[in-house]
């Protein structure tokens, strides 16, 4: 199995802030790679596919970058209902595997 | 827009069978592949299985022994079966369509099961 971890595992940041979470994975998944947010007591939402693609409906100050082994999920400008949980997906083979996660919160 | 929507029991006894449909409105399920994904209270998400309506399914293999899916194009659903459950496999489940590129693009709002005598 390809494992996914993230970093950090939880941060804290003022609103306005640039917040970047990395995902790193155990052998290459290419740009087989994909974010969710996921808000306290809802479904995950998908943010970013293909590692660098936004997903439509997403704010714009979500990116993506990375290929390969390593990749960044930033948001550019904190904003208070960006609290939540964040998971990467690799979908390079089977079975499919998450990230631990990583929890954002407002200081 | 594409809705799903979760239904089966919320409690099932260790060593019974879990069953969940999903029900697709606003959307074909020939048209896409569909996920299973579940998530332990407090935890992080697992993909369980994924299915078209053709083809074989695809099955986390940590389950595969345990897990049984199937498509049912006449009332546009899908289902999950997980057989033998203990403890450990209470959690939220959720029914996902895949968007085209091979990312979980439409969940469904999740069921909690939780497996206790």
């Known amino acids: 199995d390809i494992q996914m971890t993230q970093s950090p595992s939880s941060l804290s940041a003022s609103v306005g802030d640039r917040v970047t979470i990395a995902c790193r994975a155990s052998?290459?998944?290419?740009?087989?790679l994909s974010w969710y947010q996921q808000k306290p007591g809802k479904a995950p939402n998908l943010l970013m596919y293909?590692?660098?693609s936004l997903q439509t409906g997403v704010p714009s100050r979500f990116s993506g970058s990375g290929s390969g082994t390593d990749f960044i999920l930033t948001i550019s400008s904190l904003q208070p209902e960006d609290v939540a949980s964040y998971y990467c997906?690799?979908?390079?083979?089977?079975?499919?595997?998450f990230g631990q996660g990583t929890e954002v919160e407002i200081k | 827009q594409v809705l799903l929507q979760e239904s089966g029991p919320g409690l099932v006894k260790p060593s019974e069978t879990l069953s969940l449909i999903c029900t697709v409105s606003?959307?074909?399920?020939?048209?896409?592949?569909w996920s299973w994904i579940r998530q332990p209270p407090g935890k992080g998400l697992e993909w369980i299985a994924y299915?078209?309506?053709?083809?074989?399914?695809n099955y986390n293999p940590s389950l595969k022994s345990r897990v049984t899916t199937s498509v049912d194009t006449s009332k546009n659903q899908f289902s999950l079966k997980l057989s033998s459950v203990i403890a450990a496999d209470t959690a939220v489940y959720y029914c996902?369509?895949?968007?085209?590129?091979?990312?979980?693009?439409?969940w469904g709002r999740g069921t909690l099961v939780t497996v206790s005598s």
């Open positions: 299915m078209s309506y053709s083809g074989s399914p």
């Open positions: 997906l690799q979908s390079f083979s089977t079975p499919w595997t």
């Open positions: 052998q290459s998944v290419g740009s087989f």
């Open positions: 996902v369509r895949h968007a085209s590129t091979s990312s979980l693009g439409y």
């Open positions: 293909a590692a660098s």
């Open positions: 606003g959307g074909s399920i020939g048209s896409s592949y």
